[in-house]
Structure formats: C-alpha cells, structure tokens
T-cell receptor, first 113, second 111 residues
Framework: EAQVTQNPRYLITVTGKKLTVTCSQN?????MSWYRQDPGLGLRQIYY?????VTDKGDVPEGYKVSRKEKRNFPLILESPSPNQTSLYFC???WGQGKSEQYFGPGTRLTVT | GQQVMQIPQYQHVQEGEDFTTYCNSS?????IQWYKQRPGGHPVFLIQ?????EVKKQKRLTFQFGEAKKNSSLHITATQTTDVGTYFC???????????FGTGTRLQVTL
C-alpha cells in the first residue's frame, strides 16, 4: 500500500531536549516536505527536499533541521525544542516537478512544555 | 511570500444545504489543488485545476478555476455529514516542492 509514515504519532517533551520525528515514504517520490499546522494558520511549510542530499527552507524553518540521506526517508530534527514549536506536524511526498498531488503522513502531535 | 486567502474560515450548515469556499490570490496562480482534512486526520488530495476557467465535478463537489487564474472555488451541493472537515486550497508553483496552502475553511454539518 502506498503510504507516508511518521513516528511518533504523539510526543510530549520538555524544552531543550533534542528530538527527531521520522518520515518514510514507499512511493519512490523525489519530493518530500514537512509542514506544521496551527489553528487559524493553515499548513505552513518548514523544509522541503527535491532529492537525496538536496534540501531547502520553507516558510518557517527556524528551530528545525532536516536531512535526506536516502530517497525514502526525511527526518525532522528539533535540536532544542521550545514551547512555540508545539504543533501538529505533517510529512508529505510527491512525484517530480509540479502539478502532482501530495501525499501526507498521518501527523505527529508534538507538545513542548 | 505568496499569499493565498481562503474564505470563510468556518461555516456551519444543516444537512442538505449547499456550501462554498473561496480561494483568492493577489497574483496569477500556476495551478490550484484542493485538499480535504477530516477531523483528526491528514489532508487528502481532491483535485487539481490547471486551465483558466476550468470546471471539474466529483459527484456533489464542483471545483472552479477563475478566468484570470487568481481565484478558485469549491461548491458542495446538498451537504452530508460525511462532508465535515477542513477544506484547503493550495497553489502549486510548479517548481521545487512548493505548495502554498490557504488557511482552510472548516465545514460543520448538522442534521
């Protein structure tokens, strides 16, 4: 089954404790992205990757890191989480350039206290 | 960055009533995609519009792309409780992996 998986689905952590949210897709998609969803603000892109070892900042990259060492995986790293990073995070993937639908993972609800 | 405004933010209808959400941009859109997110779920792709003035239908859902490619709408005829969720439009710039989402319209349907 074609899918995007994320782990963990729920996470409660404390300020400053490094964490990683994993994302994996089995569709051989070139493009992968991370979004955060906050009430009233819709979906905002954090980082994206066009292919292995190619990543770039989205609209709200501050406080986040990503890596793309393999085509299927695109982890999101919070080196020193802060309460304003409490949010619902979605990983997504799609085929090559433009005009293709995006597949979303199930989401990770992160709470930073 | 590119701003895609979506209205209304929220709408509550009774089952059987129609519903429309609008997506507006200050600049010409390359193409537009629509997604639906059920409560507690993730966004799911509905459709993509590419051509000026394009109209596409999916059962009770009608999607339109404006003639000037600066706006789009999603109309649901005779809503059902299964239509509950948040509807997002998203502009695809066609480059990199940049999809800019609207703020979404949350639809509540009651019996």
């Amino acid at each position: 089954e074609a899918q995007v998986t994320q782990n963990p689905r729920y996470l409660i952590t404390v300020t400053g404790k490094k964490l990683t949210v994993t994302c994996s897709q089995n569709m051989n998609h070139e493009y992968m992205s991370w979004y955060r969803q906050d009430p009233g603000l819709g979906l905002r892109q954090i980082y994206y990757s066009m292919n292995v070892e190619v990543t770039d900042k989205g609209d709200v990259p501050e406080g986040y890191k990503v890596s793309r060492k393999e085509k299927r995986n695109f982890p999101l790293i919070l080196e020193s989480p802060s309460p304003n990073q409490t949010s619902l995070y979605f990983c997504a993937s799609r085929w090559g350039q433009g005009k293709s639908e995006q597949y979303f993972g199930p989401g990770t609800r992160l709470t930073v206290t | 960055g590119q701003q895609v405004m979506q209205i209304p933010q929220y709408q509550h209808v009774q089952e059987g009533e129609d519903f429309t959400t609008y997506c507006n941009s200050s600049t010409t859109l390359s193409n537009i995609q629509w997604y639906k997110q059920r409560p507690g779920g993730h966004p799911v792709f509905l459709i993509q519009l590419v051509k000026s003035g394009e109209v596409k239908k999916q059962k009770r859902l009608t999607f339109q792309f404006g003639e000037a490619k600066k706006n789009s709408s999603l109309h649901i005829t005779a809503t059902q409780t299964t239509d509950v969720g948040t509807y997002f439009c998203a502009e695809d710039t066609g480059t990199a992996s940049k999809l800019t989402f609207g703020t979404g319209t949350r639809l509540q349907v009651t019996l």
